[in-house]
């Protein structure tokens, strides 16, 4: 497990997910996607020392940066989640809840998580500060390129003014997630992503023994607080819920699930086609525009390449059986001269294996209660 990571007197815990052990609760490299929600934090703090004599508050202000980095980009995702005022030595519960990252997918080599929970000096900021924890500039990082642009910009903006207020951390703490092709025996201990709440306690001083020889096993949630051996932890501390989807299902929004259709509607008119040579001129195009959403799938950001070969071979499938049905013709063969030149694609895209490809990822979503998208639907 590792100890004081991240930043002065900041521990790192983990609960696995129910149903979970440790080591299963990890997450390969490729096999899904990972949703990171800000599950809970809280604030105390006894204040200095004219602050414990004559009583006052702290403008505490919540922050948080989900970062997914792969060997080709980096990309990150900053927020104020909360700025709140709270009287010194008082317990207090932010109660964010809320996705901080959005089905990200685990072709990258680290998901990384990190927080700040500062006591804010600078009260002339407090307008900007409110502004940038509301509802609407809250960045949740999501990977297609519109969620991208918005949550850099804001991330840029959240950096300049957590500089600029001069803040005095409670709490600064990071927690690298990577994202590995082998299994880990302990997971947590070597920083690797894995399904459950990370837990960042804040150790009060030198002098703070409350988290010396804590068994792990004893730590609970409770809605979005802690708790230990069944008592409220009274520590500062933020907790973070990793969850896990092995597919997404089709986006009906991208560009390429536009094309897909658009090739398979456009075998419509193979029933008025005069002749063979009309029908194949018919096939050339839909295969011409099928290629358009092949290129546009293999190079989404949002998803997995084990998932984008699952749907290019489904369309690819259905729009084979459809020229058949549709012309009385066997169904075209699978050629490498159409095909993209990733060896992925070439290698698994060919003849017969289009069709075993496709069965085989719509069992894989039908075990996983996700549905294709549009006529797909069965």
């Known amino acids: 497990m590792p100890d004081n990571a991240g930043g002065f007197g900041t521990r790192i815990y983990f609960i696995p ?9 990890q997450i390969l490299k490729g096999g899904g996607y990972a949703t990171i929600n800000l599950k809970g934090a809280h604030y105390r703090s006894d204040g200095n020392l004219w602050q414990q004599i004559f009583g006052g508050s702290d403008k505490v202000t919540l922050s948080t940066q989900i970062t997914h980095t792969s060997a080709h980009s980096s990309v990150s995702s900053a927020s104020i989640e909360e700025t709140r005022q709270i009287g ?10 809320r996705a901080v990252a959005l089905d990200l997918p685990t072709d990258c080599d680290a998901i990384g998580m990190s ?49 600029n207020t001069d803040p005095q951390s409670s709490l600064q703490a990071e927690y690298d997630g990577r994202v590995s092709v082998g299994a880990s025996d302990n997971p947590i201990r070597d920083y690797c992503l894995a399904q459950g709440t990370i837990i960042l306690i804040y150790r009060e001083s030198d002098n703070d023994t409350s988290l010396d020889d804590l068994d792990p096993a004893k730590l609970t949630t ?23 989807a092995a597919l997404r299902g089709e986006d009906p929004s991208a560009p390429w699930y536009s094309s897909f259709s658009t090739a398979e509607q456009s075998l419509e008119s193979l029933v008025t086609a005069a002749n063979d040579s009309d029908k194949q001129k018919i096939w050339a195009a839909a295969l011409a525009t099928y290629q358009e959403g092949l290129k546009s799938l293999l190079s989404d950001p949002t998803y997995t390449q084990s998932e984008a070969k699952g749907i290019a071979a489904t369309h690819l499938s259905t729009l084979r059986q459809k020229y058949a049905d549709l012309s009385g013709q066997p169904k075209p063969a699978v050629t490498k001269t159409f095909l993209l030149r990733e060896a992925t694609i070439q290698e698994t895209l060919l003849s017969d294996d289009v069709d075993k490809i496709a069965q085989d990822y719509r069992s894989r979503l039908a075990r996983s209660s996700v ?6 639907r069965k």
């Open 17 to 25: 997910n129910s149903g979970m052990d440790l080591k299963s609760s």
């Open 222 to 244: 409770d809605g979005d607080g802690l708790k230990y051996d069944g008592t409220v932890l009274a520590n500062t501390y933020v907790m973070f819920q990793v969850s896990y």
């Open 371 to 376: 549905s294709l998208a549009g006529p797909l």
């Open 115 to 163: 927080v700040a929970m500062s006591a804010v000096k600078n009260d002339n900021l407090s307008g900007a500060l409110n502004i940038l924890n509301s509802d609407e500039l809250k960045g949740t990082l999501q990977l297609a390129p519109p969620a991208v642009s918005s949550a850099l910009a804001v991330a840029n903006v959240v950096k300049k003014l957590l500089t």
């Open 88 to 97: 010194v030595g008082h317990p207090y519960y932010f109660g964010s809840n």
